[in-house]
């Protein structure tokens, strides 16, 4: 017959290892799988960000929507 422990935490060691244990080393274990593709995927996600942010700027739509002068004797 087992004996059982009192206490805060008594009656589990010895055991496996509770739910939420079990759960964080399974991310952890996935994070060290993939770590190539997160990082690849970051990359790029923060590239799309700045050159989004980059793009939506007054100053660069002008670039595009400002017609050329056509009195200017300068070709």
Do not use: C, H
């Not at 991310?27 to 996600?45: K, N, P, S, T, Y």
């Not at 989004?52 to 004797?73: A, C, G, H």
């Amino acid at each position: 017959m087992r004996q059982q422990r009192g206490g805060i935490g008594g009656g589990r060691r010895g055991d496996e290892p509770g739910l939420l244990t079990r759960a964080v080393d399974s991310v952890f274990r996935f994070v060290r799988l993939a770590e190539f593709e997160i990082l690849f995927v970051l990359f790029f996600l923060v590239a799309f960000l700045l050159f989004k942010d980059l793009m939506s700027r007054p100053e660069y739509n002008q670039l595009f929507v400002k017609k050329p002068d056509l009195d200017d004797p300068w070709p």
